[in-house]
């Protein structure tokens, strides 16, 4: 079982930053296929970015490309995404996700965290 924590969710005023880390066990991280999803109100949750067991990012959402990036720390065994430029758009419960290599499903969830930009 691989337990996911996100954590760094907040209120942020439009234009400002907020990094959010998710912890998960150990050698997780700089193993499985990582990602962040994000679901607005209403709407689908779609992926923001993924990072493979080589921690090359790929597929960033059009919509947050050259403002979000996502990092890991395989001491700490957390991924991390760094969203700067935010705009209210960007509101939503953002979502750590895990899979293991050739597995198509993200089948590893954290709980989620919040995050509100104002404008």
């Given at each position: 079982q691989v337990q996911l924590v996100e954590s760094g969710g907040?209120?942020?005023?439009?234009?400002?930053?907020l990094r959010l880390s998710c912890a998960a066990p150990v050698r997780t991280v700089n193993s499985y296929v990582m990602a962040w999803f994000r679901q607005a109100p209403g709407?689908?949750?779609e992926a923001v970015t993924?990072?493979?067991?080589?921690?090359?990012?790929?597929?960033?959402?059009?919509?947050?490309k050259g403002r979000?990036?996502?990092?890991?720390?395989?001491?700490?065994?957390?991924v991390s995404l760094q969203m700067n430029s935010q705009k209210p758009e960007d509101t939503a419960v953002y979502y750590c996700a895990a899979r293991r290599?050739?597995?198509q499903q993200f089948n590893y969830w954290g709980p989620g965290t919040q995050v509100t930009v104002s404008s």
């Open positions: 907040g209120l942020v005023q439009a234009g400002g930053s709407k689908e949750r993924t990072m493979n067991g080589s921690g090359i990012t790929t597929n960033y959402a059009d919509s947050v979000f990036t996502m990092s890991r720390d395989n001491a700490k065994n957390t290599v050739g597995v």
